[in-house]
């Protein structure tokens, strides 16, 4: 085995490395320990700091108990599982939605209103009517997290569709294309920026909607570990399922969806590269 081959994966560790903070990798870091640092002497100037806000180290701990028994993990899970499954079948409906209403003019201006309204009903608020139909159940959970992805990403494309250029659309009328393929070589790739930057709106707002519905219709995940531990004065089990819900959010904001969204924006031409 040659010296280059062995070498390579340093070399690839260390280009990681070095992306991760030219990226914002050392910023991010200081701003953590900072925020740490302050949480703990905000922890150590008050009485009674396991009730009211217990320092990190005691987070940290209260944490240990719930991996060793295997109720984070399995919290976790459900609440990963509830968030992916809503969005995608959120999102997979509401492209196609955003694009057949945005394919006609009129009918576009009419449901732009429509949709605009049930946008702004957030699933939060939509959580006791949903409750009042199917109770404290797995499909009240599942029905406001699919709510909340829809109508954020269906408002996206139809906007997107409506903003595409009509110059391209009648150049292909004239050649006589189908209504099948000005959609998909016109619409859905004008449409592409606002599915990725609707995407990215809608699973954010089935995030507080997934916790909230676990909250509210006590089923366990993150939300229902936070709810229960309030209401045994555990402050440190509250304070550690908001610190999991900051974190991880941030990672699959700043990992996942934030990439995809700039490389699908680049990718059609709206940023110079």
Not at 162 to 182: F, M
């Amino acid at each position: 085995m040659s010296s280059l081959s062995v070498a390579r994966p340093d070399l690839l560790r260390s280009a990681r490395a070095r992306r991760f903070w030219r990226h914002g990798g050392l910023e991010l870091a200081l701003v953590t320990l900072l925020a740490l640092a302050l949480w703990t002497a905000i922890s150590a100037s008050i009485a009674r700091p396991d009730r009211y806000l217990p320092s990190p180290v005691s987070v940290l701990d209260s944490s240990r108990d719930l991996l060793w028994k295997g109720i984070l993990p399995n919290y976790l899970g459900q609440t990963l599982w509830r968030l992916v499954t809503g969005s995608l079948i959120g999102i997979a409906l509401g492209i196609p939605f955003g694009i057949l209403v945005g394919l006609n003019r009129t009918v576009s201006e009419m449901c732009y209103p429509i949709l605009n309204f049930f946008q702004s009903i957030s699933g939060i608020a939509l959580l006791p009517i949903v409750m009042i139909w199917w109770g404290t159940t797995e499909k009240t959970v599942f029905v406001v997290v699919l709510y909340t992805c829809f109508f954020p990403i269906a408002f996206s494309v139809l906007t997107g569709v409506r903003s595409t250029p009509r110059i391209y659309v009648n150049a292909l009328r004239t050649l006589g294309a189908s209504r099948l393929r000005i959609v998909r070589d016109v619409l859905l790739p004008g449409a592409m920026p606002s599915i990725a930057t609707g995407a990215r709106l809608s699973i954010g707002y089935a995030w507080r909607a997934v916790i909230a519905g676990e909250m509210l219709a006590g089923r366990r995940g993150i939300g229902w570990m936070i709810f229960s531990a309030q209401q045994v004065d555990r402050t440190a089990q509250v304070v550690l399922g908001m610190a999991l819900i900051g974190v991880l959010w941030i990672l699959l904001d700043r990992y996942v969806l934030r990439p995809i969204e700039s490389d699908t924006i680049q990718r059609w031409g709206l940023v110079q590269r």
